[in-house]
């Protein structure tokens, strides 16, 4: 069974740019939640996705968006890049609303310049 | 609001020597517990997770986690560290009743000296 996957591994941006970041869950998995994990940092948790519905944003500005497609892929979208954008963004997947155990793909290294 | 301590950034142990690697949760029930490791540049991989019952838990790679809810901890150890297992940990934790709340503690970052 195939893992989370993430696309691009790695992106590279000026600031101002939009970013655009893909992720596929885990074939049956509803849920999908995004990440960003800067440089000695935790994880800072971003959005979650279920069912095509926006279910929980973290403490990000509005630049922050995303959306699921009905396939259960989603994408996250950062406008306006700055340089403290620069993080790995990593995406994880649940089989839904009463599974807590996440599963995590490789994440996008962003680096901003 | 649940939180996640993990009061060691960073911790050194000689390789075959046993690892505890600490977490504490502030959470107003029993949670789902979980311990993550990632490796540098990889995403996390589950490591294991309670949910509930038998309060020892077996994850894979030898790993395992004891929930003291008297103490709202859930360490994780390990009786005998392989230079491999050098990768930063994370714990986390859920509430039972609302999936995608995950909070994560800063992790800690084991090296394994030989």
């Known amino acids: 069974e195939a893992g989370v996957t993430q696309s691009p591994t790695h992106l590279i941006k000026t600031r101002g740019q939009q970013a655009t970041l893909r992720c596929s869950p885990i074939?049956?998995?509803?849920?999908v939640y995004w990440y960003q994990q800067a440089l000695g940092l935790g994880l800072q948790f971003l959005l979650w996705?279920?069912?095509?519905?926006?279910?929980n944003r973290g403490n990000f500005p509005p630049r922050f968006s995303g959306r699921q497609f009905p396939n259960y892929s989603s994408e996250l979208n950062v406008n306006a890049l700055e340089l403290e954008d620069s993080a790995l963004y990593l995406c994880?997947?649940?089989?839904?609303?009463?599974?807590?155990?996440?599963?995590f793909g490789p994440g996008t290294r962003l680096l901003v310049l | 609001a649940q939180s996640v301590t993990q009061p060691d950034i960073h911790i050194t142990v000689s390789e075959g020597a046993s690892l505890e690697l600490r977490c504490n949760y502030s959470?107003?029930?029993?949670?789902?517990l979980f311990w993550y490791v990632q490796s540098p540049g990889q995403g996390l991989q589950l490591l294991l997770k309670?949910?509930?019952?038998?309060?020892l838990v077996q994850g894979i790679k030898g790993f395992e986690a004891e929930f003291k809810r008297s103490q709202s901890s859930f360490n994780l150890r390990k009786p005998s560290v392989h230079w491999s297992d050098a990768a930063e940990y994370f714990c986390?934790?859920?509430?039972?009743?609302?999936?995608?709340?995950?909070?994560f503690g800063d992790g800690t970052t084991l090296t394994v000296k030989p």
């Open positions: 074939s049956g998995h509803t849920s």
């Open positions: 309670y949910f509930s019952g038998d309060t």
């Open positions: 994880a997947s649940s089989p839904g609303t009463t599974q807590e155990t996440q599963y």
């Open positions: 986390a934790v859920a509430p039972i009743t609302n999936a995608g709340k995950s909070t």
């Open positions: 996705y279920d069912e095509g519905e926006e279910r």
């Open positions: 959470y107003g029930a029993t949670p789902y």
